[in-house]
């Protein structure tokens, strides 16, 4: 036996999305760049990634930060400073 009424919701309100296009969804995947940083902001974004690196996966290798964009003379001279005021947002539980 067929039925005249499906048993559905009537169709929400509204406007259809428009959907991001492919490169603008790429680049939002990507991580910036960080070779722009410099001194201060530069240990600040080190810290904070690796602080997140660190919740997220228990730490962050050389190798990985350098995939984030970091340069290696970024790492040479920020990486102890920021080392240091990671595990300070860490103990303060930022």
Request: without cysteine; charged residues 20%.
């Amino acid at each position: 036996m067929r039925r005249r009424h499906a048993n559905r919701l009537p169709a929400a309100p509204g406007q259809i999305q428009q959907q991001p296009s492919i490169p603008s969804f790429i680049a939002s995947a990507i991580a910036p760049k960080r070779a722009q940083l410099k001194d201060g902001a530069a240990v600040n974004q080190l810290a904070e990634d690796m602080r997140a690196a660190y919740h997220r996966e228990g730490g962050i290798s050389h190798d990985e930060l350098l995939g984030l964009g970091w340069t290696a003379a970024q790492l040479g001279s920020h990486a102890e400073k920021a080392r240091s005021r990671a595990q300070h947002l860490a103990d303060a539980g930022v």
